[in-house]
């Protein structure tokens, strides 16, 4: 069965420093998404790709925040530098493109990520 | 702002018992509705959804209730097994090109012998 793969599953850092994760969604799927869920509440978009192009970064807090998804299809998220409330799990889901229909989205295992 | 809320963090049923988990939202945008399943360590996995042109959605145990004028959804699990326990997340969208979902905070599941 086709899966979402993310890693690392699980990541240590300490503040100041940087941290990258990665991204390789359901083959086939144009479309790509970074969630950020702080214990206790939902996913959060952060960033959506469709294909290379970035469709949503709103919620991405760009001054330490970046995202990249050069050849349209694997993605990196990266934070530089990590600050103690970046600590969550990092999700990546993706979704066929479906024009106004039905785009369910799948997703990964998620990264862990805990800043000290 | 939190468009979409889920008042109850957790919820204890008996197996065999139904389960109703409740989800509100407030942006009347809003024109899909989906549920999704969590265990610890794994990644949301979709459950069922429903189309703001309904009102009700059923696939095995698992119905979706629609009321708009309320704007509030729930989610029945009928019956109630040890394996359904888990954190469920109520989503919504507005259809479009960039589909965004907008997530409630979860209801912990717990379904005991």
């Known amino acids: 069965e086709a899966e979402v793969a993310q890693s690392p599953r699980y990541k240590i850092t300490e503040k100041s420093q940087a941290v990258a994760f990665w991204c390789d969604p359901i083959s086939g799927h144009a479309t790509l998404y970074w969630y950020r869920q702080i214990l206790g509440q939902g996913p959060e978009l952060l960033v959506q790709?469709?294909?290379?192009?970035?469709?949503?970064d709103s919620q991405l807090p760009k001054d330490r925040f970046s995202a990249e998804r050069l050849k349209g299809v694997d993605s990196t998220l990266k934070i530089q530098p990590a600050e103690l409330g970046d600590s969550a799990m990092y999700l990546c889901?993706?979704?066929?493109?479906?024009?106004?229909?039905?785009?369910?989205?799948?997703f990964g295992p998620g990264t862990r990520l805990t800043v000290l | 702002d939190q468009q979409v809320k889920q008042n109850s963090p957790s919820l204890s049923v008996q197996e065999g018992r139904i389960s109703i988990l409740n989800c509100d939202y407030t942006n009347s945008m809003f024109d899909y509705f989906l549920w999704y399943k969590k265990y610890p360590a794994e990644g949301p996995t979709f459950l069922i959804s429903?189309?703001?042109?309904?009102d009700k959605n059923e696939d095995g145990r698992f119905t979706v209730f629609l009321n708009k004028s309320a704007k509030h959804l729930s989610l029945h699990i009928v019956p109630s097994q040890p394996g359904d326990s888990a954190v469920y997340f109520c989503?919504?969208?507005?259809?479009?090109?960039?589909?965004?979902?907008?997530f409630g905070t979860g209801t912990r599941l717990q379904v005991t012998l």
């Open positions: 989503a919504a969208r507005i259809t479009g090109t960039a589909s965004k979902l907008t």
């Open positions: 889901a993706s979704s066929l493109f479906v024009a106004l229909g039905d785009n369910e989205q799948f």
């Open positions: 429903i189309s703001s042109i309904k």
């Open positions: 790709f469709q294909d290379e192009s970035v469709v949503d």
